[in-house]
């Protein structure tokens, strides 16, 4: 097993009363392994500093150095954590890690202003945080990516819109009603006003219109990791099941899955004036595709296009 295939990091894991390890924050992670000599004993400053309980939250923080392997299933929290953190700094591309079982280490945690904390103790923590004015922000497992990583180059409308173990390249804008999960993102400088679910990638220069949905592997059912190409667009509301190509465009409001039927118009008819039908699953990742709704008999087409998809406004994701 290479180097490379390894991440390391100090980091400050949260443990509730109950020994629960409700989160870790690594800093500065990086590739590797831990540096030989290097004592755990003594972290960085900035990190050993904010190494002390929090009675606010009924918490302890404490200062700790791992190092996993990016092929083996996460094995504890702070392990599962490295890997999310790994993703959002950009040191391991979606799909290229393991994350077998990664829900059963990430307990479910009150995500509030100051902090995690355990949702059993929330209750009874309430009084106290009402007149600190500590606000609960959400009920998850995942927490939101800029409560712990500030992607360089990227702009995001929403941050609760954005999950920690989102992979945002240079020039990607997320706007306030676009989506980006755990294991998934974008290549390049992307504009995204859609969903990206878990295990999907967007191309550079890609277009992922407003309301738009590209279906995940946890949501699909299925094992197809979908990928977008680059200079695609994904029309507003319009949704996909399939990979798509370069250059392609899905028109807005239409959704195509795997097993949808589409008709490939640019073939010639046959005798009787029909054209082959075939499900879009065969089309997945063709580039150069066009699919539309035919405005007469609402069925699904598919033809050839020359050029480029679309071209993103430079100023905008510069």
Known sequence: MTDERWIWGFGLATTAADGTVLDTWYPSPEAGRIPPGLDPEMPPEEIGRWATPDARRDVTVDAIVI???????????SDAYLRLHALSHR??????????????????VAWTTAGP????????????????????????????LL???????????DGSRVRLGAYLSPGTTVMHEGFVNFNAGTLGASMVEGRISQGVVVGDGSDIGGGASIMGTLSGGGTHKVAIGARTLLGANAGIGVSLGDDCIVEAGLYVTAG????????????????????????????????RRNSVSGAIEVSLRAGVGVTLNEALHA
Do not use: C, W
């Open 260 to 291: 949808s039927r589409v008709t490939l118009v640019d073939e010639p008819a046959g005798a009787d004036g029909s054209r082959r039908v075939v499900k879009a699953a065969e089309l997945s990742g063709v580039s150069g595709l066009l699919f």
């Open 147 to 157: 409560d712990y990583v500030t992607p360089a180059g990227v702009r995001i409308g």
């Open 117 to 144: 904390v355990h949702p059993d103790a929330l209750t009874r923590l309430r009084p106290s945080f009402v007149r600190e004015g500590i606000q609960v922000q959400s009920l998850d497992k995942f927490p939101r």
């Open 91 to 108: 040191l391991v591309a979606p799909n290229d890690l393991n994350l077998d079982g990664v829900f059963a280490h990430l307990p479910n």
């Open 67 to 77: 190092e996993i392997d990016l092929d083996a299933a996460p094995m504890s929290t």
